[in-house]
């Protein structure tokens, strides 16, 4: 079995966790295959006794069996660029803060590691969002798992943003921003904005505006079978585009088009964690003293 470690970097206290998790591919003979920028900061601290492989893009996944993201959820949000529609499985283990998609803790590894061997584990299989532009953008990863929005630039004024809902007409958003959140992303930036949170199997699009200058714009829910497509004016010449926390500066001329992509992306979890008891868990979700 190989399975690929991907992190944007642990703290020192942390290296007893990395430490314990490589202990463990050691015990099922595992091989691990690590992030070549993260292997680069400890490997001078971690004796390998077995074979271990590195790796830098994608195509070096080709015979990897999970991927397991050492960090919070924007951690995990980076380890899908690389999975793409191989079809990998992702497990997030978190060393961060809310950890809502990496809801494995550092107090499961052993847990964790032994439920990939027997197979123990529970898919859930989380649909993304693809965008559709007129011109180069994001370098063809042109996906994500949480959102896209559209936002305006810094302190410049608010943004007009025309919206459309398969060709027809939506709505004109004056607002700093918009959101195009999938079901796992609801209760991202999206919820922040007072967006609904809606169940990861929901088969929905969540169309959330930022600090819109209309109080009477809401939230809107929409099947993911739609196509929903931007015109953006402004007084400046550009916008900020994000994917998850990826972004870039878009001209006005630009034409998008949000759609639901092609393939999807599969999360580990274990049999005892489920959607609901995260929500209440993470979010504090009907949390009452009363009770």
Known sequence: ????????????????????LLA?????????????????QFYSSIDFHNKYYTF??????????????????????????FV?????????INYGRMGFLASISREEIATAIESLVKRTFVLDKRSLVHLDA?????????YALN??????????????????LNGEFLNTYWADGLIVSTPTGSTGYSLSCNGPVVFPD??????????????????????????????????TDGFLCTLDSRREIASKEVLLAIRKEAFNIKLVRLNENNFLQTLRNKLSWG?????
């Open 1 to 20: 079995m190989r399975i690929a470690i991907y992190s944007r970097g642990l703290e020192s206290e942390h290296l007893e966790g990395l430490k314990l």
């Open 24 to 40: 463990e591919f050691s015990h099922y003979q595992i091989e691990p295959v690590i992030y070549q920028d993260f292997f680069n």
């Open 56 to 81: 830098n893009q994608s195509d070096s996944l080709e015979e990897v069996d999970f991927m397991i993201s050492l960090g919070g959820d924007g951690t995990l949000l980076d380890s899908i660029t």
């Open 84 to 92: 793409g529609d191989k079809g990998i499985p992702v497990m997030g």
């Open 134 to 142: 007129n011109m180069p953008l994001f370098n063809g990863v042109a």
């Open 147 to 164: 959102e896209f929005t559209i936002h305006k630039k810094d302190t410049s004024p608010m943004i007009k943003i025309h919206t459309y």
């Open 202 to 235: 929901s088969a929905s699009f969540v169309i959330t505006p930022v600090s819109p200058h209309n109080l009477n714009i809401r939230p809107l829910v929409v099947p993911d079978d739609s196509v929903i497509s931007f015109e953006v004016e402004g007084r």
């Open 287 to 291: 949390l009452d003293k009363r009770n």
